[in-house]
């Protein structure tokens, strides 16, 4: 079992759908979490960080924490056809080693 | 201010050659991680240099080594080339170690014949 799991898609939802984004993890040392936008011929993008459990928000986008379960969740409102692209989530242990681990992404397609 | 930079942007090579990418930071940046993105495997960390050292190596072989300048640009080696070596590679860079705003560069697509 890979130490992140998420679902590589793709996910086609139409525009102004309310997407959901998730991420499971095993390793319960994980206390900072991140999300990142990679667009076709691009690097990953930081879209949203958290640490421990809990919400944050930041305009469309908003980003769900929940520990006790292992999983994470990117939600994203009104979706646009510009958000098409593969959505990475990574992770890591406080202290110890700064390099985080990543899921292997979820493409997402939003159309017209 | 400029981007992360990464040369060439693609690359074709056959087996049993060596290639060498580089990679430019953000100015400022002291802090450079290079990855390897497959379809298979996703993301995946190579190593981590800050201040010329070599801070965190990934679980890789040997024939993928770096550096890093005094002036923080950076280069990553692969020798002896395999099919499985085609991917992206990715770098990325951050002022300080830890900070979790790390800033990618487009890659650098390596395609082994």
């Known amino acids: 079992q890979k130490e992140v799991e998420q679902d590589p898609g793709p996910l086609s939802v139409p525009e102004g759908a309310i997407v959901s984004l998730n991420c499971t993890y095993s390793n319960s040392a994980f206390q900072y979490f991140m999300w990142y936008r990679q667009y076709s011929r691009k690097g990953p993008e930081l879209l949203m960080y958290t640490y421990s459990s809990g919400n944050k928000e930041d305009g469309r986008f908003t ?16 979706s646009q056809p510009s958000d098409s692209a593969t959505y990475l989530c990574a992770m890591k242990p406080s202290g110890g080693s700064y390099i985080p681990t990543f899921g292997r992404g979820t493409s997402l397609i939003v159309h017209p | 201010k400029a981007g992360v930079t990464q040369t060439p942007r693609y690359l074709i090579k056959t087996r049993g050659q060596q290639v060498t990418l580089s990679c ?23 190593f981590e240099y800050f201040s010329e050292t070599q801070r965190n190596k990934g679980n890789f072989p040997g024939r993928f080594s770096g550096r890093q300048f005094s002036n923080s ?3 990553m080696n692969v020798s002896t080339l395999e099919l499985g070596d085609s991917a992206l590679y990715l770098c990325a860079s951050s002022s300080e170690r830890g900070t979790d705003t790390q800033y990618f560069g487009p890659g650098t697509r390596l395609t082994v014949l």
């Open chain 1, 63 to 78: 980003a769900q924490v929940d520990k006790s379960s292992k999983y994470i969740s990117l939600f994203i409102r009104d």
């Open chain 2, 24 to 46: 430019s930071p953000i100015s400022g940046h002291r802090s450079v991680s290079w990855y390897q993105q497959t379809p298979g495997q996703g993301l995946q960390f190579l």
């Open chain 2, 73 to 75: 640009r950076s280069e």
